[in-house]
T-cell receptor, first 116, second 114 residues
């Protein structure tokens, strides 16, 4: 069975600095999708970034980028120039690409604090 | 923008009550999901539905049932609420065709069972 592990329950970063949140996963599949979600205090889960496993290039969305290491089954999120609004819970998620598979598997989350 | 609406933001129920959590999405998505979120456990899938009247059990279906009579609405039912069902419940939807599509979430319902 696939699993997703986020080993950092909580992280802190100084405003304007860079922080990296780690995520590892376990799967025997070769084709899948990976996601990072952000859940601010408002509780609305928002997609931050996604990565297709068949793409070697790391995904980037403005200040957010990933380091996708397929062989190591690692999918870390880097937040550059951290802002107070980045404070939230961050969840890593995996989804198998097989047609007819609908299940997303989530990690336990990392709470990010941004210090002014 | 996709909108997923959960009918209640906070809910307080008594042990043994039958509880309905409602979720509506406005983007014609085929797939709908109910997750439970607990500190340290992340999101765990309770049930999902890939079409009207179709449902499949997730990882923790015990004590829950679901109903999907219309495409846009997916209801989670606690037949006899218990204190261990006190939790945050998140509804989500996604289109079937685009396999790399993310889940679109509602704002969550924080349920307290006393």
């Amino acid at each position: 069975a696939q699993t997703v592990t986020q080993s950092q329950p909580e992280m802190s970063v100084q405003e304007a600095e860079t922080v990296t949140l780690s995520c590892t996963y376990d799967t025997s599949e070769s084709d899948y999708y990976l996601f990072w979600y952000k859940q601010p205090p408002s509780r609305q889960m928002i997609l931050v970034i996604r990565q297709e496993a068949y793409k070697q290039q790391n995904a980037t969305e403005n200040r957010f980028s990933v380091n996708f290491q397929k062989a190591a089954k690692s999918f870390s999120l880097k937040i550059s120039d951290s802002q107070l609004g980045d404070a939230a819970m961050y969840f890593c998620a995996y989804r198998q690409a097989t047609s007819g598979t609908y299940k997303y598997i989530f990690g336990t989350g990392t709470r990010l604090k941004v210090l002014a | 923008d996709v909108k997923v609406t959960q009918s209640s933001r906070y809910l307080v129920k008594r042990t043994g009550e039958k509880v309905f959590l409602e979720c509506v999405q406005d983007m014609d998505h085929e797939n709908m999901f109910w997750y439970r979120q607990d500190p340290g456990l992340g999101l765990r899938l309770i049930y999902f539905s890939y079409d009207v009247k179709m449902k499949e059990k997730g990882d923790i279906p015990e004590g829950y049932s679901v109903s999907r009579e219309k495409k846009e609405r997916f209801s989670l039912i606690l037949e006899s609420a218990s204190t261990n069902q006190t939790s945050m419940y998140l509804c989500a939807s996604s289109p079937r065709i685009r396999r790399n599509s993310p889940l679109h979430f509602g704002n969550g319902t924080r349920l307290t069972v006393t």
